[in-house]
């Protein structure tokens, strides 16, 4: 934004108005090195332009036009078949990373309708870094999750992974997932917007929020009945941890561009022993929810055992942060 000050602006008196209404200026001068202008940057508080006109000594303020206007006008909720995410309530979904058997996920479909999730996850297609590892069940994995969500009350999300599998994956799922490897997959985000469905946009591992934002555009552009954010930690340097849960996007997501985000704390640490602290912060953070990986055995699982929570860390897990979101 910029503010272009009147030929006989008193400068001194405009910046002290501009600070003062949460702004953050740099001065740009004119041939005769006076103030003509002030850059606004963009870490300032969000002022309306008709609101900096009334300050004595403005001229005219110059907006450049948002690279994401569809993001800018969507709604700061999304309604995924009667489950609002974003608003006063807090969501919650939780699954195994991988589909592995019609009975597994019978059994934690109930264990997390019971500890008061909304929503099923798990994963029907795999994208996994070796070939060689377990790539899913495919389309008899969304049948089997389907019906373990419908016995249970509880919304599906899960991912597709390619363009051949969107329409199969709309058949199914209440929410379609972008998994982080394909936020930047465009012709996916294309298809996967055409089916009209809400969608989840997970963060690319070295996305910025821009880059995020505009993913969220491109399913908004093709027709996705609303956009949710999903933090599931960026790369680092650090492997003490799997990846870094940025709280800082979550909050600038939730706070400044009043966008639903929710946080996975289980991709973020890659430890089970750091998923409940994790999911508080990004609660207190500003997330609309919380996604959670939960397996009966862990130790068995045919992906990402380390970080699922086994059945009775995940009552405990759920518990504590279905308390904190009411007391909040």
């Known amino acids: 934004m910029i503010i272009q000050l009147a030929p006989d602006a008193d400068t001194d008196l405009v910046k002290r108005a501009l600070v003062a209404a949460g702004l953050w200026v740099t001065a740009l001068h004119d041939g005769s090195r006076r103030v003509s202008h002030f850059s606004v940057s963009s870490a300032s508080s969000a002022v309306e332009a008709t609101d900096l006109l009334r300050i004595p000594g403005v001229a005219s303020v110059v907006s450049p036009a948002s690279a994401h206007p569809r993001v800018d006008a969507s709604p700061s909720t999304v309604d995924v078949r009667g489950v609002v995410v974003g608003g006063a309530s807090r969501v919650f979904m939780a699954g195994p990373c991988a589909v592995e058997s019609e009975s597994q996920i019978d059994a934690v479909a109930a ?11 798990g994963g029907a297609f795999k994208p996994r870094s070796s070939p060689y590892a377990f790539q899913g069940h495919g389309e008899v994995a969304l049948r089997w999750m389907r019906r373990a969500a419908e016995a249970n009350g509880l919304r599906v999300v899960t991912e597709a992974l390619g363009e051949a599998d969107v329409a199969l994956v709309a058949e199914y799922a209440d929410l379609v997932q972008v998994g982080s490897r394909n936020m930047q997959n465009f ?7 055409r089916t009209g469905r809400p969608v989840m946009l997970k963060r690319a591992m070295s996305a910025t929020v821009d880059e995020w934002l505009l993913a969220g555009e491109y399913l908004l552009e093709h027709g996705a009945a609303g956009v949710i954010y999903c933090e599931r930690g960026i790369r680092g340097f650090d492997h003490a941890t799997r990846n870094l849960l940025d709280l800082g996007a979550v909050a600038l997501l939730a706070h400044v561009h009043h966008l639903p985000v929710v946080v996975d704390p289980s991709h973020a640490t890659g430890r089970r022993d750091l998923v409940l602290p994790l999911a508080r912060a990004g609660l207190a953070a500003g997330a609309a929810g919380v996604m959670l990986e939960t397996h009966d055995d862990p130790g068995r699982a045919l992906s990402d055992g380390p970080q699922a929570l086994m059945p009775a860390e995940f009552s405990t897990v759920m518990a504590s942060l279905r308390a904190g979101s009411a007391e909040a």
């Open 111 to 121: 264990r997390v309708a019971a500890g008061g999730a909304q929503l099923l996850r």
């Open 187 to 193: 012709s996916l985000l294309k298809a996967i917007g």
